[in-house]
């Protein structure tokens, strides 16, 4: 048993030098990426029945140095996701429920810190997600007329976000935007306002499940353990309709295998986060958000993002 266990594990190690982490960076970050909103206060706050559509940019750069074991060298990889988002805010039980697509396009790029040279590179269209989400109590279905004379107060609510394998991916390549395989994240959000909608302190627990990979590098199987996480968001009113928040972010679990044999070890990782917005003009909100890593396990991804989001009710 241990020879076989040997043999799965020198054929990891015999992928190109950046591959491995390119896989950890992408199946880590991309996987959490496809639910920017949730790293950002506010995120699910009650809307008027109708469309949403939102326009979101995600630039992640990563700086991830050798995991011991592994022959991963010193990398930085930068990833700029850009994602078209429609809505369907509807009623459901008399709460706001809704019903949605993301479709995003991707650009990687990864280079060896040390050697200066470029390793991957990478454009094209990442796996898209379907969404539900329905509020469970506080958040009523209302008309855009309704709406303004409402007053806020705590609410709770469920979202599911449902990825499938569409996206580009080449069975002989260790780098892809794709993933092949199916994403299912349930999340439940807990918000709280003691002062009717001016400040807020948003609770997020998710957790991202997996299926296998059975393409991986042609015949082999990536698999990927559930990935949990915990966030806790506080906003405030700034000045006039501007608010800023500020939050922490705690990731657990996501360890891959590859044929059996672990390729990258369990992530536990802990973020700052920033967050900020604005309405523009009737309909249309402009939401502002950066996390940066502060602590990390050994052969975590350590990495930085910035999150703009571009949103119009109709």
């Not at 043999?7 to 950890?24: E, Y």
């Not at 469309?51 to 990889?77: A, D, F, H, Q």
């Not at 996390?291 to 930085?304: E, K, L, M």
Request: glycine share 10%; aromatic share 10%.
């Amino acid at each position: 048993m241990t020879s076989v266990v040997t043999t799965k594990l020198k054929k990891i190690l015999a992928l190109p030098r950046s591959a491995l982490l390119c896989v950890l960076v992408l199946l880590i970050v991309v996987a959490s990426g496809q639910s920017a909103t949730a790293q950002l206060a506010r995120s699910y706050l009650n809307a008027p029945q109708g469309n949403l559509v939102m326009y979101c940019y995600t630039g992640t750069r990563s700086n991830t140095g050798g995991v011991k074991n592994l022959p991963i060298p010193e990398t930085e990889t930068r990833l700029q996701t850009q994602s078209l988002i429609y809505s369907r805010i509807m009623d459901i039980g008399g709460r706001t429920g809704g019903l949605g697509v993301v479709l995003p396009f991707t650009d990687l790029l990864s280079f060896d810190t040390q050697a200066n040279v470029v390793t991957a590179r990478k454009s094209g269209l990442g796996d898209p997600s379907f969404t539900f989400e329905m509020n469970l109590f506080g958040a009523p279905a209302l008309q855009r007329e309704e709406i303004k004379e409402w007053i806020p107060g705590d609410y709770c609510g469920l979202h599911f976000l449902f990825g499938v394998p569409w996206g580009e991916y080449d069975a002989n390549s260790a780098v892809n935007l794709g993933a092949n395989r199916f994403t299912f994240r349930p999340l439940l959000n807990y918000s709280l306002t003691a002062d009717e909608g001016k400040s807020w302190l948003d609770f997020y627990g998710s957790v991202f499940l997996f299926t296998d990979n059975d393409e991986y590098l042609g015949t082999s199987v990536l698999s990927q353990r559930p990935l949990a996480k915990l966030e806790l968001h506080y906003s405030t009113l700034l000045y006039d309709r501007l608010w800023g928040g500020v939050g922490l972010v705690g990731a657990l679990g996501g360890e891959v295998s590859v044929d059996g044999a672990v390729a990258t070890p369990e992530q536990r990782t802990g973020r700052l986060a920033f967050s900020a917005g604005t309405p523009m003009f009737k309909g249309a909100t402009a939401i502002f958000g950066y996390n940066q890593t502060v602590t990390r396990s050994v052969g975590a991804v350590d990495a930085d993002t910035f999150i703009l989001q571009l949103i119009y009710l109709y």
